[in-house]
């Protein structure tokens, strides 16, 4: 994680060593990353890299906290868009991550995360692999209602939600589907779930 040094630069500053990060991570999976290319487009010391960071996988998890920390908030508005309806919430959030996905940045991004979640040869990965198992297509479980919360099987409601998410964003990362039609399985998925949950 960041060390206060780095959480203590300006917010310029801060987001111009992120937006390097993440060009470099759409580049090449983690364990290919190169931490000389994000401080030459960061524009900042290599030492000072040291200073804010641990090392590449820190930096890493770290700008995969910090975009949740943003699709959270945006979770925040769709509920209030809906009425707190989740499941409209969630679709809205799933076409939205789709658009996202059309940038060839944002998609390699994407690919290259799951690549390092499934590197079965990688030392390097395998402290970090929890970590990013946990940041992907988060939903918190606080905004699900009280009476949702409260049912016997709501971990393995949990659960499905997130493997609907994980292989409907596969199944477009890898063309198997297009925007159009990926969005449709989704929403058709989270129907199901919602007219089945009891």
Known sequence: MPTRTFLNLPKDKRLRILRAAKKEFSRVPLEKAVIANIVKDAEIPRGSFYQYFYDVNDLFV??????????KKKFEKYLEETNNDIYEA????????IDKLSSEENRQFKIN???????????KTERIIPEVIEKQNQVDLAYFPVEVQKKKNFTSFMNVIKMIGNMCIQRYLTKQADENEIKDYYNSCIDFVKGGFH
Do not use: H, P, R, W
């Open 90 to 97: 969630l679709k809205i959030k799933f076409s939205n991550e």
């Open 113 to 123: 995360a799951f690549a390092t979640l499934f590197n079965q040869n990688s030392d």
């Open 62 to 71: 770290y700008v995969l906290e910090y975009m949740y920390g943003i699709d």
